[in-house]
């Protein structure tokens, strides 16, 4: 059994990153892993503020007190972890960008978030298909962070807030993603 923790930076929970995310899940629960979904959208997490006071505490890693408090220990304990996100200009939503940048944080206070080997998947949907940035940027998180690229599942081309719910290939390829990450 595998932990598995995604960071979903989707503004709308009835949206086509909600369905792919939906469509993972599925997978991965079928593998008997255990999933935490960590919708942003709902949470009160503000954004970096490049201190590095952070570190000093393993169960607070960062000086800012929010919401950011129950990511990290899922984070530190995660095997695979997803970053979920609708293509906003070209990039992930603003929502998981912040998130992502406060888990610095886990690394001043030597928590498990930089050169673990973890599986790392991206799964994002867009009413365009320029996704070339944000994989860019995932590839480079990948090496730079030491983790293991566990797949990427890209979706553009929807142009109404349920478009994905209609592609059935395409939900089947994220729920194999997530039976076998």
Same mark, same amino acid.
């Given at each position: ?81 997803? *970053? ?7 990039? !992930? &939503?603003?929502? %998981?960008?912040? #998130?992502?940048?406060?888990? =610095? ?52 081309? *929807? ?7 209609? !592609? &059935?290939?395409? %939900?089947?390829? #994220?729920?194999?993603?997530? =039976?076998?990450?």
């Amino acid at each position: 059994m595998k932990k598995i923790v995604i960071l979903n930076g989707a503004p709308r929970k009835d949206g086509n990153t909600a369905a792919l995310v939906r469509a993972f899940v599925r997978g991965a629960e079928k593998a008997g892993n255990e999933v935490t979904e960590f919708y942003l959208q709902g949470m009160d997490i503000r954004p970096c503020l490049g201190c590095c006071g952070g570190g000093k505490d393993k169960s607070s890693p960062c000086v800012q007190k929010d919401d950011m408090e129950r990511i990290y220990p899922a984070v530190d304990s995660a095997d695979v972890l997803v *970053l979920a996100s609708p293509l906003y200009y070209w990039q !992930m &939503s603003g929502l %998981l960008k912040t #998130a992502i940048d406060r888990c =610095f944080a886990m690394s001043e206070a030597g928590l498990n978030w930089r050169g673990n080997g973890r599986r790392t998947v991206l799964l994002m949907t867009a009413m365009g298909d320029a996704f070339e940035y944000t994989q860019s940027y995932f590839r480079s998180l990948v090496t730079h962070m030491g983790w293991k690229n566990g797949g990427q599942i890209v979706i553009g081309g *929807l142009m109404e807030k349920d478009s994905l719910a209609g !592609m &059935s290939e395409e %939900l089947a390829k #994220a729920e194999e993603l997530g =039976f076998t990450v």
